[in-house]
């Protein structure tokens, strides 16, 4: 072996070695304590362990903030669960939106679909109102009926007709009251949809 090889392979030897004594790269962390002093220390002070701090090494210097209270941890949790809620909250208007617009091309559409919807729920009132007229019209002759009856005892019969007339009668008063609810009810719901429809399209064509 030359006298070259050899003076290579000592000095990359050599190297290693020096390479395998170095120290690690030093870092100093330093913070405030509660007194307002400053501390510092080449492993964190147990006095920085709750507070803020800054970590400084060979690639400059880290700020690290100080761990939350269960108080902050608290709050934290509440802002994203809210920010979750509102980010839902906006997919669904977005969806609903969609919806409007795929459904509908002119506000004349929406008006056409409620009249129709409306005119549904009025019709099959309509049966209702005539059970309700004849449930009227059988309290009226049941009444005459129980006129006969002022002076003597009523028959168990006619107390049982009177009892399930005034049931049916309840009852179909209930089933009228909601079906005009529901005619309420869809009215305004075809009226969110028209003043809906109005923004996306307005904003749409101003943009």
Do not use: W
């Amino acid at each position: 072996m030359s006298n070259n090889r050899k003076a290579l392979r000592l000095c990359a030897a050599l190297a290693m070695g020096v390479g395998l004594s170095l120290p690690a790269a030093a870092r100093t962390f330093c913070c405030t304590d509660k007194t307002g002093h400053r501390i510092c220390g080449d492993t964190l002070p147990v006095e920085c362990e709750d507070r803020a701090y800054k970590e400084i090494g060979d690639k400059g210097v880290r700020n690290i903030e100080a761990p939350l209270t269960p108080e902050q941890k608290a709050q934290r949790d509440a802002d994203a669960a809210r920010k979750k809620e509102q980010e839902k909250v906006l997919a669904e208007q977005r969806r609903k939106d969609r919806a409007l617009l795929n459904t509908y091309s002119s506000e004349k559409d929406i008006d056409a679909l409620r009249d129709r919807a409306i005119a549904d729920l009025q019709a099959s009132g309509k049966q209702t109102q005539d059970k309700y007229d004849a449930a009227v019209k059988q309290k009226q002759r049941l009444g005459k009926e129980l006129e006969f009856y002022a002076k003597k005892p009523v028959p168990a019969n006619l107390k049982a007709q009177i009892r399930d007339n005034d049931t049916e009668i309840e009852a179909q008063k209930k089933a009228l009251d909601d079906r005009q609810k529901e005619v309420e009810a869809t009215r305004a719901r075809f009226e969110e949809d028209r003043k809906r429809y109005r923004e996306l399209t307005q904003g749409a064509a101003s943009r």
